[in-house]
């Protein structure tokens, strides 16, 4: 997701590894990838030798919004270990970012002060260790979707690849659309040769002098979470905020008590929001019931109003999918539960839909039997299964044709028991490189990531800094609309 331009001061340095930090502040939770490379001072060259990576303990940062310093507090346990990961006489050499997601973009909407105080106290945190510290900020959707999209081909190596003398080839391959389904948002990017009838939702890349047209859209309060949070929500409303309140999606045999604020804290759930009392206890009751449940689900979407030729749902274009994907995030691990808990595969819809069936039919304590280490996310599964099926055929419009095109793939485990996952996993590069273009031409992107990983990478663009506009005294690139140069 991150993208770091550097200057051509940044290519000079001393012989020997170079480092890098990212911080992927998302809605549920903050990961830290330290990235380490041969710095070749000829070229600018080399293969990535190694990294690691630290969970940060706890939520995510726009969970501290009444403390907001404990926000940056929260970091410092890994940042520490970047201090040990990273030999001492690197550190002020090695740039660090943090990036921010849906779970942010939440934030500055419900409240913009508590989200800058976050965002400053994680800086203020971030600007206490001896890196050299580029940027805390937000990334729109669109920037999350696109650099979902070109860290995913850019493992695949579909944009550049090293030949057998160590040459830059462009592969011509093509390129895989990118679904990423977050905690608070879901994204879907891809490469495509129709009229983006929304300019909103188009960008065109140049990478590597190769342009690309791509679709992208990110879909705020689709998250995981949120879907969740808006479900509840609906539940509640019908059924006039009564104290007790039937639950179709969740099992028969499971019940919770939840305080009405946890549900609506969100601007997601603003418009159902009760005027009275938030501090009082609901009490839902699982009643298992998958028609109702898909019936709510549905509802959660607006799959009629569209002022273009086609729409995927809330208005938004999206013109036919095409070629392969890759889904991530909470599509993978919501497939693989299907897969590995439920013993069922995924090829087709009517798949995901059966499964979604099954598992909303099966009674709490059949669940906890299947899988008692699932058991914080184990409810969820009816309701979540059966949002993925109405959001990949009736929202994104995959059919019986297309839907086999998708991989769910959990970045990150290579070990995945997905069959289409595993031949995915090996066509993966066993090691990342640092890419050059050799000679880079205006909008030509060097970059570097990393596989296995998600979605985290760097760019480094030569020779466009003047002209990627606003952000760039930050050190960030973030052009959502053309990433060129003219
Ligand atoms: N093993 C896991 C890990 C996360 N999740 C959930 O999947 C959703 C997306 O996770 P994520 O890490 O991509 O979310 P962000 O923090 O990036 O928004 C969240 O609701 C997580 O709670 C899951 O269902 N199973
Ligand atoms: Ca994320």
Request: a positive charge.
């Amino acid at each position: 997701i991150l993208v770091l331009l550097l200057g051509s001061g940044d290519t000079r340095g001393p012989p020997g590894f170079k480092y890098g930090i990212v911080l992927d502040a998302g809605s549920s939770h903050t990961a830290m990838f330290v990235y380490k490379w041969p710095a070749d001072k000829e070229n600018d060259t080399g293969v990535v030798s190694e990294h690691t990576m630290c969970d940060v303990e706890g939520p995510g940062i726009s969970s501290y919004s009444s403390n907001p310093l404990a926000a940056g507090t929260s970091l410092e346990h890994c940042l520490n270990q970047a201090l040990r990961d990273v030999p001492k006489e690197k550190h002020t050499g090695t740039p660090l970012y943090l990036g921010a997601t849906a779970g942010m973009r939440l934030l500055n909407i419900a409240d913009p002060q508590a989200s800058d105080a976050v965002l400053r106290a994680a800086a203020a945190t971030l600007k206490m260790y001896p890196f050299d510290f580029r940027g805390a900020k937000i990334l729109s959707g669109e920037e999350e979707g696109v650099f979902g999209w070109v860290t995913t081909n850019y493992l695949l190596e579909n944009f550049i690849k090293r030949g057998w003398l160590g040459e830059w080839i462009q592969p011509q391959k093509k390129t895989l659309g990118a679904m990423d389904f977050g905690g608070a948002s879901t994204q879907i990017t891809f490469e495509t040769m129709d009229t983006i009838e929304n300019p909103r939702n188009e960008v065109m890349l140049k990478l590597y002098g190769q342009a690309y047209k791509v679709y992208t859209h990110s879909f705020l309060c689709y998250g995981r979470d949120q879907v969740l949070k808006r479900l509840l929500s609906k539940f509640l409303q019908a059924e006039s905020y009564q104290e007790t309140v039937s639950h179709p999606c969740w099992p028969m045999g499971y019940n919770k008590s939840l305080l009405m604020s946890s549900i609506y804290d969100s601007p997601c759930t603003l418009k159902e929001r009760p005027s009275l009392a938030l501090n009082t206890t609901v009490t839902l009751v699982g009643t298992g019931n998958g028609n109702l449940c898909a019936l709510h689900v549905s509802k959660l979407f607006d799959f009629t109003n569209c002022s273009f030729s086609h729409c995927s749902f809330d208005g938004v274009f999206q013109p036919k999918v095409s070629g392969n994907f890759i889904a991530f995030s909470a599509f993978f691990y919501t497939v693989d539960f299907i897969q590995t808990v439920m013993g069922r595969p995924v090829h087709l819809p009517s798949d995901l839909k059966d499964a979604a069936e099954t598992i909303c039919a099966t009674s709490w304590s059949k669940l906890l039997l299947k899988a008692p280490k699932l058991e914080k996310r184990l409810p969820d599964y009816c309701a979540v299964s059966t949002f993925v099926y109405l959001l990949t055929t009736k929202g994104y419009s995959f059919n019986n044709h297309s839907f086999p095109n998708i991989a769910f793939q959990k970045k990150g485990k290579p070990d995945s028991s997905s069959e289409d996952a595993m031949s995915l996993q090996a066509q993966l590069p066993p090691q990342a490189h640092l890419l050059s273009t050799g000679t880079p031409s205006c909008g030509d992107v060097q970059g570097l990531s990393l596989p296995r990983r998600r979605h985290f990478w760097f760019l480094k663009l030569k020779h466009c800094s003047k002209n990627l506009g606003s952000s760039q005294n930050s050190g960030w690139v973030f052009s959502s609309k053309k990433l060129s140069c003219s």
